[in-house]
């Protein structure tokens, strides 16, 4: 008899601990509670962001002012997603992050009171998205520089598959919440109260953490600090190339603009699976994501993880049946997740503790501005060829693209992370 076998406590993990969600970062008090609360608090921001495009239209009539919203987002996330991650490397990183979670609290309370009030104004509705898009780009930054200092660096993995895991359910739910909602009497009330409601679990996390100090010493709160970060990235191909084959497969590859003409075209204007589908592969992969966080060759898997989206972009175009293209879809959401946990891993455990604000805040810039800028390159082909040629091509183009500059920067390719960081249960 082996030693394994006549001691129960030392035999290899099963088969499905090994590739299940691992879950030991819940074992972190601190950790689960932010989880908790920023799960309940997605699918609230989810169930808004949905909520407030429809009475956008349905005050105006204009699709042109439901874009706006989108712009209204996307501009103060850039802006102070980076300034934010500046700002938690030089203060306290629990008090920034209830200070920015208590600022879009207070205005989703708004959003319900302009509802309630019946004030029909785009602009001011406008306003409050542009004030909250901030709020949510500093409390972006400094959540993901807070994770490294609450778990163990082995942990990092699997605590970010939790997190992108449980973000792509509230990408789920939260519309359909919205969509139930909004079409019942005062459903715009709803939606926005319930958010109110979720969100609080957010803050009560916030309120549970412990106090995160800056550890290092020369942070400043200007601009010198934000620009000190930027080149800490020219200076580091693990860091720009973390973000450049992120935005080579949003602006790229990134199909959404182009579900609705692709189901009035063949699905009989059934778009609905087609948006969910990413998001279900998402959840899926990370149900089975136990095996991410011990990997070793984190570049070289991130790179073929980015190249199976793009495939898997590519053949979903061509897809006539609408269950090919939703299995496809969720092929390509798997590979993004992977691709996600391994880009979040690499930033917070390559770069020090005292760049991981600054870190983050680039990183929730290129997310949140990637796809929107995909949607322009792919609705402009698609002007120009037609859906489907901006579709594949772009699938194929990302492919290529990612491959080779996989390839090209070894160090990249070649990148393993310390010993401690991928040791398995």
Not at 20 to 36: K, Q
Not at 135 to 160: C, D, K, M, T
Not at 247 to 256: G, H, Q, R, S, Y
Not at 364 to 386: E, I, Y
Request: net charge positive; glycine share 12%.
């Amino acid at each position: 008899m082996t030693a394994t076998e006549s001691n129960p406590e030392i035999r290899k993990p099963s088969l499905l601990r090994r590739i299940g969600l691992d879950t030991r970062p819940l074992g972190v008090v601190p950790f689960r509670r932010m989880l908790i609360g920023q799960s309940a608090a997605f699918v609230g921001s989810m169930l808004t962001l949905t909520a407030v495009s429809v009475q956008m239209y349905r005050i105006t009539g204009s699709s042109f002012y439901v874009g706006l919203v989108g712009l209204a987002g996307l501009v103060p996330v850039v802006m102070f997603g980076l300034y934010g991650g500046a700002i938690a490397d030089a203060v306290d990183r629990r008090r920034l992050y209830l200070a920015s979670s208590t600022l879009t609290w207070i205005i989703t309370l708004a959003l319900f009171l302009q509802t309630l009030l019946d004030l029909r104004s785009p602009w001011l509705i406008l306003a409050l998205i542009f004030v909250q898009a901030g709020g949510f780009a500093v409390s972006s930054s400094v959540r993901g520089a807070i994770v490294p200092r609450l778990v163990e660096p082995q942990l990092v993995p699997a605590a970010n598959a939790l997190n992108y895991t449980m973000g792509n359910v509230g990408q789920v739910v939260g519309p359909l919440l919205a969509g139930a909602m909004v079409g019942l009497s005062h459903g715009f009330l709803y939606a926005y109260g319930t958010d109110a409601v979720l969100f609080t679990a957010a803050l009560w996390a916030g309120f549970e953490l412990p106090s995160i100090p800056p550890t290092g010493t020369g942070n400043t709160l200007g601009l010198r600090s934000v620009v000190d970060g930027l080149q800490f990235i020219a200076r580091s191909p693990m860091l720009w190339m973390s973000f450049l084959v992120d935005i080579c497969a949003m602006v790229l590859a990134m199909p959404e603009a182009l579900f609705p003409a692709i189901a009035d075209d063949r699905f009989g204007g059934n778009v609905g699976p087609l948006y969910a589908a990413i998001a279900v592969g998402s959840v899926i992969a990370g149900l089975l994501g136990g095996w991410i966080g011990r990997v070793r060759r984190q570049g070289r898997a991130l790179i073929l993880a980015v190249v199976a989206w793009g495939a898997a972009v590519a053949l979903a175009g061509l897809g006539q049946q609408l269950w090919v293209v939703f299995a496809l879809l969720a092929l390509a959401g798997a590979a993004d997740l992977v691709s996600a946990v391994l880009r979040q891993t690499i930033l917070q455990t390559f770069a020090p503790d005292e760049m991981r604000g600054r870190m983050q805040g680039v990183f929730v810039t290129v997310v949140a501005g990637g796809p929107r800028l995909g949607a322009v390159r792919a609705g402009s082909v698609a002007s120009f060829t037609s859906p489907t040629a901006s579709w594949v091509g772009g699938g194929i183009a990302c492919l290529i693209v990612v491959a080779g500059i996989g390839v090209t920067v070894r160090s990249f390719w070649r990148y393993e992370p310390s010993a401690e960081l991928t040791a398995g249960p």
